[in-house]
């Protein structure tokens, strides 16, 4: 369990950045769900909620989600999901229970880079761009694989560019941490391939990915999985072996190219 020796609730972005950026222990609480998994103590706790950042905007052209969107909202966002084929529905709807997505948001799933994150696997095929109050816009690859620990996300922009997207999990059970997770979306016949829960961070498997044409052989989507193993690396734990990850990869990449390509649905 953590501990909060105070508690605040600012009235801008300027003001909680100043708040946190005075001590190393001062930090943003989201949902504060994860959060209870560890022993920490927090010298500030610094609520986001009165800013207005628990929006999911459309544009022409992108939409705008706010840092404090809930995966809730992520999962029943009917124009979202519609634009992106029920990718966040289906990256959200096994975490762990309704109400404990009423309350995750969207900004404390990226911002933490869990192994395990559902959300982020998603996230990372798409034109995605992660706006920070002192970074700025950076891709959200950039994101991922930079060292952003001390700023506060405001919101993320996806852009609408006509790709389809599917996302895949296997879990022990239903609510519980994924096994390992697959994100795949073609855009103008390139593809984008992400794996997280390996157990480590979801990554994206570029040379996998440049190995598929728009409509991928049987021989060039066994050289992709083939690929995804060697580009990336897979682990065991407590939920699966090393060997178990690596041959779902494979069985993984082939339903989510059928899905894509061949029309068949999540349930067949």
């Given at each position: 369990?953590?501990t909060i020796?105070?508690?605040v609730?600012?009235?801008?972005?300027?003001?909680a950045?100043?708040?946190l950026m005075?001590?190393?222990k001062?930090?943003?609480?989201?949902g504060?769900l994860?959060?209870?998994?560890?022993?920490?103590?927090?010298?500030?706790g610094i609520d986001?909620?009165?800013l207005g950042l628990d929006?999911?905007?459309?544009?022409?052209?992108e939409f705008?989600?706010g840092?404090?969107?809930t995966?809730?909202?992520l999962?029943t966002?009917?124009s979202?999901?519609?634009?992106?084929?029920?990718?966040?529905?289906?990256?959200?709807?096994?975490i762990v229970?309704?109400?404990f997505r009423?309350?995750?948001t969207v900004?404390?799933?990226?911002?933490?880079?869990?192994?395990?994150?559902d959300?982020l696997?998603a996230f990372?095929?798409?034109?995605c761009?992660?706006?920070?109050?002192?970074g700025g816009?950076v891709?959200?690859l950039d994101?991922?694989?930079g060292d952003?620990?001390?700023d506060?996300?405001?919101?993320?922009i996806?852009?609408?560019?006509?790709?389809?997207?599917v996302?895949?999990?296997?879990?022990?059970?239903?609510t519980?941490l994924?096994?390992i997770a697959m994100a795949v979306?073609?855009?103008?016949?390139?593809y984008?391939i992400a794996v997280g829960?390996?157990?480590s961070?979801?990554?994206?498997?570029?040379?996998a990915?440049?190995?598929?044409?728009g409509n991928?052989?049987?021989e060039e989507?066994n050289?992709?999985s083939e690929?995804?193993?060697?580009?990336?690396?897979?682990g065991?734990?407590?939920r699966?072996s090393?060997?178990?990850?690596?041959y779902?990869?494979?069985?993984?990449l082939?339903?989510a190219l059928d899905?894509?390509?061949?029309g068949?649905?999540?349930?067949?």
């Amino acid at each position: 369990m953590f501990t909060i020796k105070e508690y605040v609730r600012p009235e801008s972005l300027d003001e909680a950045y100043k708040i946190l950026m005075k001590n190393k222990k001062n930090a943003i609480i989201g949902g504060m769900l994860w959060m209870r998994l560890g022993k920490r103590t927090i010298n500030v706790g610094i609520d986001l909620s009165h800013l207005g950042l628990d929006k999911i905007i459309e544009r022409e052209d992108e939409f705008e989600i706010g840092s404090m969107v809930t995966l809730r909202e992520l999962e029943t966002n009917e124009s979202l999901n519609l634009a992106f084929q029920d990718i966040f529905k289906e990256a959200s709807r096994h975490i762990v229970g309704v109400q404990f997505r009423n309350l995750a948001t969207v900004g404390g799933s990226i911002y933490s880079r869990f192994g395990f994150s559902d959300v982020l696997t998603a996230f990372l095929v798409l034109d995605c761009y992660v706006v920070l109050h002192n970074g700025g816009k950076v891709s959200i690859l950039d994101f991922n694989n930079g060292d952003y620990e001390r700023d506060i996300i405001e919101k993320i922009i996806i852009k609408k560019n006509n790709s389809k997207n599917v996302y895949l999990n296997q879990r022990l059970s239903e609510t519980d941490l994924p096994i390992i997770a697959m994100a795949v979306s073609k855009e103008n016949d390139k593809y984008k391939i992400a794996v997280g829960a390996r157990p480590s961070k979801a990554e994206l498997a570029k040379k996998a990915s440049d190995l598929l044409s728009g409509n991928p052989t049987d021989e060039e989507i066994n050289k992709a999985s083939e690929e995804i193993i060697k580009e990336l690396d897979f682990g065991s734990n407590m939920r699966a072996s090393k060997e178990y990850r690596e041959y779902l990869s494979k069985v993984f990449l082939k339903r989510a190219l059928d899905i894509i390509n061949g029309g068949e649905t999540y349930d067949d």
